[in-house]
């Protein structure tokens, strides 16, 4: 059972998790605060203890134990015309990866666009949607999805999954990652309005396959090259002979 007073201690936001709601059961965290009419507040973080249609990238699902991992996600209604979005999706998953490192000094690395392993196994997933009104986005729900204590994945995958517990070998406290967490997003936050290129900086050097040939794949059609950079938008920037493509969706494969 998580614990609210003990992640409610640890909690060192402004805004962000400060209307705070705990699910026992929920479609999708991300689905709920995306149409929402009762939770519409900036920093809402909605934690749901068992999905029962958590989604993932690219139409998959995430299927993730009752009571042991983290599914939840963070809502945020500001003005996003003269912001990069995507780069908070990068930005999310190096606030993951810098909570990891700092409470259990796991050796995490970040695939794009937003995976993030450990030892080349993925311990956690973020997916960032948005609603528009007209021309204006309005809505910015990033979902957030990390194997804290499962202690195994039976299943076939793409990349094999793992959690904090199998990498740290002890069960660990949700309650403290999860403000850990929140703590840092929100000081994401300003960093992303205020100096994004310290965000794309920081991705680049978590990524360790920029520089590598790379297969992308996106449904049935397939490219090559080399992963040559991600551009100021965070997209990646793949070189393919002399030619440089700009690519916005797909996953990333070493060849
Ligand atoms: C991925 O790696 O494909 C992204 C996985 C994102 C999963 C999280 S769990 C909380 C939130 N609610 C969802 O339905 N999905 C995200």
Not at 174 to 198: G, H, Q, V
Not at 216 to 223: L, S, T
Request: hydrophobic share 40%; glycine share 6%.
């Amino acid at each position: 059972m998580f614990n609210i007073e003990e992640f409610d201690i640890k909690l060192d936001t402004e805004v962000i998790g400060r209307n705070f709601i705990y699910s026992d059961e929920v479609e999708s965290t991300n689905s709920v605060l995306l149409s929402s009419k009762e939770f519409n507040q900036h920093g809402t973080v909605l934690l749901g203890e068992f999905q029962t249609k958590g989604r993932g990238r690219k139409e998959r699902s995430w299927v993730s134990n009752a009571g042991q991992n983290l599914t939840f996600s963070i809502l945020l209604k500001s003005d996003f015309k003269e912001h990069k979005i995507n780069l908070v999706n990068l930005g999310s998953s190096l606030v993951v990866a810098q909570a990891l490192e700092n409470l259990f000094q796991l050796n995490v690395e970040l695939k794009w666009p937003n995976d993030v392993l450990v030892e080349k196994k993925k311990i956690a997933g973020i997916l960032l949607e948005s609603t528009s009104k007209g021309n204006k986005i309005n809505r910015v729900v990033i979902g957030i999805g990390i194997n804290v204590n499962q202690p195994n994945f039976p299943g076939k995958f793409d990349i094999q999954p793992t959690s904090i517990r199998k990498e740290f070998k002890e069960l660990v406290s949700r309650e403290r990652l999860l403000s850990e967490i929140l703590n840092m997003f929100e000081d994401m936050l300003e960093t992303w309005k205020k100096e994004p290129e310290k965000i794309l900086n920081d991705w680049r050097n978590r990524c360790k396959m920029i520089g590598e040939r790379i297969k992308i794949i996106d449904g049935d059609k397939q490219k090559s090259g080399i992963f040559n950079d991600i551009d100021e938008d965070g997209f990646l920037v793949l070189k393919i002979a002399d030619k440089y493509e700009k690519i916005h969706f797909g996953d990333v494969s070493l060849r």
